[in-house]
């Protein structure tokens, strides 16, 4: 089309320019004095020629125009190509980054989810009910653990072979993405340099992170079997401590008077006691043993302040004066009675009542001389009181004791002696309607009670010394997290520098022509840079989730370790972001699920619960920057001059882009063009960056793309 624009001008050139002749009536000389501005303007308007002109010259400068935008077009495509290659070495980079952090996300929050499960079944060790699945859950989060101690060390080694091959693994990706750029005239060769070369991460914290859980395992199975016979020594004690309830207060407080005796209710029957003096209880569980023994000295008092006579024959006197001196010993006795614990011991004394005359001789009753005596027909006789007849009607000689006159004769009106006294208490211990029969049921259960509670009390010492014993094996043990995690700066965290260059090229022959010679570009070179920058925009938790979904899948609903903590460790996993906060809150409700336990054990179990809660929160582990890493352009200076770097300066970086020999391919032999050692230590496209052990066998393979590492975990993620 050009080319038939240019002829239709010549052919108008020659017709209205060369054959133009001036007016006939004009001289010759004023013709051509005016020839030159006359060709140009006539009669105030601009000539054919003077168009001509014009468009001659626009057709030069748009072809000039033409060509030098083509030739600045192929040199900033030769920067387009360096820009693509920094970008996609940085993103090398950016992936390994996000795989690095998945693992260490994995790895301590499947430790974390170990001994979650560790330390809620070591409390269900000690909560009445939760003993089945406690042994379980303990086993398991043992297993968790050394789950976690395979998958750390193997991810140590995959990460450190990783990162040796990732200077390679950046310049491969660069020129694959340079080589992209190329078209059908114009070939482009580059790479891209990581800066710095070398790694300065530190996998100590896992490689020797293996924590050991042989001292958990014998403090928890020591503390299940003490814990098992506190259990039986607290059920005994349950038993016995019942067995004096029914003595003291086993009536129902609604039924009728005699309804079901015992010691509330014959006090109720045969005093007018108040309620405060007198209380019921309707279980052994709110009921203590010092309920009873203050009922009987309140019962005593009672008794003896309000002792008559049921009549006013002598006999009826007699057996009064016996009741009196039978309540004045059992309240002084009863008061002298105690039952005291003082959180090691129990310790009681209850005084045995004499039931009949033999048991009386064993008494003050029968020793002690409160008893008036007369001499009468030249004979001494034992009175109960001065009021005898017989007394009255002899001679005063003194007080004796029944001992004194035991085996001799009586006064013939009172009969009073050593059977007097023991005939008061022995109707109300025979049967069910006497005060003292209940309360001697009492003491024989207290007795037991005691004996059981002191058993109860030494084991429940045992108990708790296994459960610190654990408690501290648990704490040693999980301070094995609470250490600094793996630091994370690879090869190339400072940025990369990428080189591209493209051979001579001609311009066109459509843009050639004969307003403008053809035009041809040497070599062409370009230097870019790119870094990493956080992703603010990015949620931190959709990789990790991701991540733990796809991993539960693969899983394949695995029944043992991963069955059962499936949902605790990607708790976990996915609040890694703030893996402190998640873990207290976490270990909070699995021990509050447990529900709460009672007595001792109960008591224990809210202490080590407690316990294992606070040296979870102890780990003090920070929150952890989990933003996304994206490449983006930068000047190529600020990485040329970045600490590390193994280019001096940019006149350096210029003479190395020279030295790129044009249509290679190969990325070491380009780095070694650069004089930039690399080394090709993985081969093939799929990497097994990290194996999480399955029980029974088998794993689940964490791979990375070694292609392109874009996506970061492969075939696990």
Known sequence: MIRGLLHGIKRFWSR??????????????????????????EDGAYTTLSSAVVILVVLTLLFSSTAAIWSMSRAGDTQVAADSGALAGANVVSSYHTAATVVDASILSLGLAGFATIGTGLVAILIPGAEPVAGNMVDTGIEIIKTRNKFAKSASEGLQKIETALPYLIAARATQAVSAQDTDSVTYTGTALAVP???????????????????????SEDLERAAEELQKASEETAKAKERAWLADCGGSDKGSVGSCSCMWERAKSLTDLSGVQNPHYASSVTWEPQVALDRAKDYYHW?????????????????????????????AEVDRAYITENGDRVSSYIPLLPRNSDEVRATELYTDAVWPTSVNDDKAYLHYGTTCPNYKKGTPSGFASVADYDGQDKCSKCHFGVSSLGAVAAPSTSIENGFEYHFDKFKDALEGYVECRNKELELERQTEDETDRASNAFDQAIKALSGERPRIAPPGRNGVVAFAVSGAISSPDELNSSFNTAVRLGDRGAISAAVLAPDEATAQNNVLSRFFSTLKERSGGVAGVLDGVMDVWGRLLVGYGDIQGSADELMDEMIKGLGGGSGALGSIASWLGDTVSASVAALGLEPCDLRLRKPVLTDSANVIKSPGSD????????????????????????????????????????????????????????????ATLVGALGGGS
Do not use: W
């Open 197 to 219: 070369r070398t790694s300065e991460s530190d996998f100590v914290a896992l490689e020797g992170s293996e924590i050991s859980t042989d001292a958990i395992k014998d403090a």
């Open 16 to 41: 209205r320019v060369l054959t133009h002749r001036p007016s006939c009536h004009r001289k010759r000389g004023g013709f051509m004095g005016r020839a030159g501005v006359d060709l140009f303007i």
């Open 647 to 706: 280019i001096a300066g940019l006149s350096q970086a210029q003479d190395k882009l020279r030295s790129i020999p044009l249509g290679v391919t190969d990325p070491k032999a380009l780095c070694e063009a650069l004089e930039y050692q690399v080394e090709r230590t993985i081969s093939g496209t799929v990497f097994t960056l990290a194996e999480i052990p399955l029980p029974g066998g088998g794993s689940i393979p964490l791979t990375v793309d070694v």
């Open 303 to 331: 008794r003896l302040t309000n002792e008559k006579p049921h009549g006013s024959s002598v006999e009826m006197r007699a057996e009064s004066a016996a009741r009196k001196a039978f309540y004045t010993y059992a309240s």
